[in-house]
């Protein structure tokens, strides 16, 4: 284990300063420079520009009352249209009408379609998870029907209380590899772990088993030089970056490829937390310790994960997919002491938030308790009203948040929501030794999912995600048993703590809040 240097902050400011990351930042800052400026030059005939303004802007605020979605998006954009009339009435045209998002809102959905033939829901299982709980069971139709996600039996599930424990399994099973490994992830940065694996990924394309590896382009900014997918191609590994971070406003830029995904062989599948990157191992200190999930599937159910790659390597492929190679050999009959198993994904694009979805079914539908493990508190009036609501109804709602935060912005807003959620209940506790990474609800002993899905906007509205569903598997009850090791760890939070808060922390966190959607 190593802790940061000194210095190492202001290396790293230096570097993106100085780097092309810190160009593109210019140019951004240019493009709004030059959007104010042209509105200030203008100002002689302001009158009639205000006038016209005033009309368009309500209009707009008249579209956005009116508008589907979040109503707490819809009261972020009306403050900026009121607030700036003129600007934000601009930007938000601008934003409504940019062609990049329609173009991939049409191709996810195209690719939805080609890849349905192999995600058919097997009916058996359908009947027998009717049998066993037929609340869980609608969640199932919800998650097979709407977004093609089915639920599947013959799965072993394996629950990784620390990103160590996955780090090891996960490159263990990457040695046995023989066909194909896809790795999609949100951070990647040089260091023991990604380069542990980076060596395991040249030996085995050197063996000729297909290497498919996928980033999100935010590691550009600080983690990765830009060029890093044509240093890796020289290994015989196919590797691309997902939304590069460009000169020039695009909302797709905003929605980032927060998924965790490794399979191999269509046999075996990891999700949950964990990136790949030091921290994530406590190979290195940055925030105390780090606690961290995740999830080992072998078995049927791995070719959900599989299928959700493919979908998101193909958005900007011109080439036809052959899906049928990467097909999991199904198991005959039905190992009814494995339980269910439902991996899904979540899209900004689907018009379904699929992870808040999953969230309210296991809060909605719990009879003893819920706990949950979350680094961000950020939430809508839905997301509130449901926690205090089930707390309020007698069920143990406890969540644990980190002590140790990794951005101070968040957390200072997360903390605005304590006072609310302690007087309607819900439990509240911080992890002392550290942060918390982990992305967990379980409940009643035998439902739980393990994901990479915060209790924030971002994770809840703008982020492509995934998780794991798991019902009556034996990895529920290690889920819960770790969970209560968490605890014993933390310190729970008071009504008179958040009390005594100071004024300025108050203000901070209630002034931030306003910005809650977009953090």
Wanted: a neutral charge.
């Amino acid at each position: 284990m190593q802790n940061e240097a000194p210095g190492t902050a202001k290396k790293g400011l230096f570097r993106i300063i100085f780097s092309r990351m810190g160009i593109i930042f210019l140019l951004l800052l240019l493009q709004i420079g030059v959007f104010i400026g042209t509105t200030i030059y203008l100002t002689e005939y302001m009158a009639y520009i205000y006038g016209a303004f005033t009309i368009l802007g309500i209009i707009v605020l008249i579209y956005i009352i009116n508008s589907e979605g979040n109503p707490a998006f819809k009261m972020t954009w009306m403050l900026c249209v009121l607030a700036l009339p003129v600007i934000g009435t601009l930007f938000y045209l601008y934003v409504k009408t940019q062609f990049g998002t329609r173009y991939m809102k049409h191709r996810l959905a195209h690719l939805r379609l080609e890849t349905d033939p192999y995600m058919e829901q097997d009916q058996d299982i359908v009947d027998a998870i009717w049998a066993s709980r037929s609340a869980n069971a609608q969640l199932a139709y919800y998650l097979s029907n709407q977004l093609g996600f089915p639920t599947y039996r013959n799965t072993q599930v394996k629950y990784f209380p620390l990103g160590e424990d996955k780090f090891r399994a996960m490159a263990a099973e990457l040695k046995k590899a023989r066909k194909f490994i896809f790795l999609e992830y949100f951070i990647v940065e040089e260091g023991h772990m990604w380069n542990t694996i980076l060596e395991i990924l040249k030996d085995k394309a050197r063996e000729g088993v297909e290497v498919r590896f996928m980033y999100d382009g935010m590691c550009a900014i600080s983690m990765l030089p830009y060029n890093y997918p044509e240093q890796i191609r020289r290994y015989g590994i196919k590797c691309k970056m997902v939304s590069p971070v460009k000169p020039f406003l695009s909302t797709v830029q905003n929605n980032r490829d927060h998924r965790k995904i490794c399979v191999i062989d269509g046999m075996v599948g990891f999700t949950g937390g964990v990136n790949l990157a030091d921290e994530y191992i406590n190979e290195k200190v940055r925030f105390g310790h780090w606690k961290d999930t995740a999830v080992m599937l072998k078995g049927d159910a791995v070719q959900s994960l599989t299928m959700m790659f493919l979908q998101m390597w193909n958005v900007d492929e011109r080439r036809a997919e052959g899906y049928s190679k990467y097909l999991t050999e199904k198991t005959p009959g039905l190992r009814r002491e494995l339980g269910y198993v439902i991996p899904y994904g979540d899209s900004p694009f689907d018009d379904e938030n699929v992870g808040e979805e999953v969230y309210f079914h296991i809060l909605n539908h719990a009879k003893k308790y819920v706990h949950i493990m979350t680094p961000y508190l950020i939430l809508d009036n839905e997301m509130i009203t449901t926690l205090t609501r089930a707390a309020k109804s007698g069920i143990e709602v406890v969540i644990i948040m980190p002590h140790i935060p990794d951005k101070w912005y968040a957390f200072a807003v997360a903390k605005t929501y304590y006072k609310e959620l302690i007087e309607g209940g819900v439990q509240i506790y911080e992890y002392t030794p550290g942060f918390v990474h982990a992305k967990i609800f379980v409940s009643d002993d035998d439902t739980a999912t393990v994901g990479t899905i915060n209790l924030d906007y971002r994770s809840l509205y703008l982020h492509f995600e995934c998780g794991v569903f798991i019902y009556n598997n034996s990895e529920v009850d290690k889920i819960e048993r770790d969970f209560q090791r968490t605890l014993v760890k933390c310190h729970k939070v008071t009504l008179m703590e958040v009390k005594k808060r100071t004024m300025l922390t108050k203000i901070m966190g209630q002034v931030l809040r306003l910005f809650a959607p977009l953090m």
